[in-house]
């Protein structure tokens, strides 16, 4: 792992110390998951479940905050076994599906949702029309059910084809009162009022958290990374960790830590359980 600085060096070992009283955040794709064309072929790492579990018993908890519904991020990640692991070592795993709109624990086992947002509706019966005036039919319409995530990944020039789509997607969005997201050769649309710094709030709070630790390769985590700095703020040691790639790197110059993609992170993550141990055997 490259430290952005020394004092970033200095807050990776007030982590360590202040671990047993953390939390792990997560997000899942680009961060545990590699990037693919086809999101629903999107498996974490082969390594990902063993190295959750051995994380989780250095720290109080962790968590998987993603776009992803919840249901897909179970699945895709076998999270739920995950979970099980990791409740029998007395620690608890969370998934925050959809931005944290959704919501399932390894104690509670069911995923707790809203409903669908008002607008959304209107804004699918409308959106095949408007992909079309963009020359932008055969991009991947991917419905989650309480948001749609639009993915040009596949196009001939992705980027050039987000570039075509962003605006008009956002006027319409907009008109149904719906949030855009913009990321990775995609545009998510989803429901405002909640996002994945909500989250972190949520759980350093519930967690009575001493120290979080966010991981995250997206603008879709921006808002987790200001909510981790407002944490530190308040006194409690943190560590943002840049899962990094040359499609994005809105997140490197905000990192403590950047890593090369999900490989990395689990590298950065089992280094940590190393480095927890370590800490509690010289005491």
Same mark, same amino acid.
């Given at each position: 792992?490259?430290?952005?600085?020394?004092?970033?060096?200095?807050?990776?070992?007030?982590?360590?110390?202040?671990?047993?009283?953390?939390?792990?955040?997560?997000? $899942? #794709?680009?961060?545990?998951?590699?990037?693919?064309?086809?999101?629903?072929?999107?498996?974490?790492?082969? #390594?990902?479940?063993?190295?959750?579990?051995?994380?989780?018993?250095?720290?109080?908890?962790?968590?998987?905050?993603?776009?992803?519904?919840?249901?897909?991020?179970?699945?895709?990640? =076998?999270?739920?076994?995950? %979970?099980?692991?990791?409740?029998?070592? %007395?620690?608890?795993?969370?998934?925050?599906?959809?931005?944290?709109?959704?919501?399932?624990?390894?104690?509670?086992?069911?995923?707790?949702?809203?409903?669908?947002?008002?607008?959304? =509706?209107?804004?699918?019966?409308?959106?095949?029309?408007?992909?079309?005036?963009?020359?932008?039919?055969?991009?991947?319409?991917?419905?989650?059910?309480?948001?749609?995530?639009?993915?040009?990944?596949? $196009?001939?020039?992705?980027?050039?084809?987000?570039?075509?789509?962003?605006?008009?997607?956002?006027?319409?969005?907009?008109?149904?009162?719906?949030?855009?997201?913009?990321?990775?050769?995609?545009?998510?649309?989803?429901?405002?009022?909640? #996002?994945?710094?909500?989250?972190?709030?949520?759980?350093?709070?519930?967690?009575?958290?001493?120290?979080?630790?966010?991981?995250?390769?997206?603008?879709?985590?921006?808002?987790?990374?200001?909510?981790?700095?407002?944490?530190?703020?308040?006194?409690?040691?943190?560590?943002?960790?840049?899962?990094?790639?040359?499609?994005?790197?809105?997140?490197?110059?905000?990192?403590?830590?950047?890593?090369?993609?999900?490989?990395?992170?689990? =590298?950065?993550?089992?280094?940590?359980?190393?480095?927890?141990?370590?800490?509690?055997?010289?005491?």
């Amino acid at each position: 792992m490259d430290f952005t600085s020394e004092q970033a060096r200095h807050k990776y070992d007030a982590f360590v110390a202040a671990a047993p009283a953390a939390v792990v955040g997560l997000d $899942m #794709d680009g961060t545990l998951s590699p990037i693919v064309d086809d999101p629903a072929l999107a498996h974490v790492h082969p #390594d990902a479940p063993e190295v959750l579990v051995e994380v989780a018993r250095a720290v109080r908890a962790v968590a998987i905050i993603t776009g992803r519904p919840a249901r897909q991020a179970l699945a895709l990640g =076998g999270l739920d076994e995950v %979970g099980e692991a990791i409740a029998a070592d %007395g620690r608890e795993l969370y998934v925050f599906g959809q931005y944290g709109h959704e919501r399932w624990s390894s104690s509670q086992r069911r995923v707790v949702s809203p409903r669908p947002p008002a607008g959304l =509706g209107r804004f699918l019966a409308e959106l095949p029309a408007v992909l079309r005036r963009a020359d932008a039919a055969t991009a991947y319409v991917e419905e989650k059910g309480l948001g749609v995530a639009v993915h040009t990944r596949r $196009m001939p020039d992705p980027a050039e084809a987000l570039d075509r789509i962003l605006a008009p997607m956002t006027e319409l969005a907009t008109r149904h009162g719906l949030l855009v997201e913009p990321g990775r050769n995609v545009v998510e649309v989803r429901a405002p009022g909640v #996002d994945k710094g909500w989250a972190v709030h949520t759980l350093a709070r519930e967690q009575d958290a001493g120290g979080f630790l966010f991981a995250g390769d997206d603008l879709g985590d921006v808002e987790a990374f200001a909510a981790v700095d407002e944490l530190a703020g308040g006194g409690l040691a943190t560590l943002l960790v840049c899962s990094a790639s040359r499609e994005q790197s809105a997140l490197r110059e905000r990192a403590d830590v950047v890593v090369p993609g999900p490989e990395g992170v689990l =590298g950065l993550l089992r280094q940590l359980a190393e480095d927890v141990g370590l800490s509690r055997r010289r005491r």
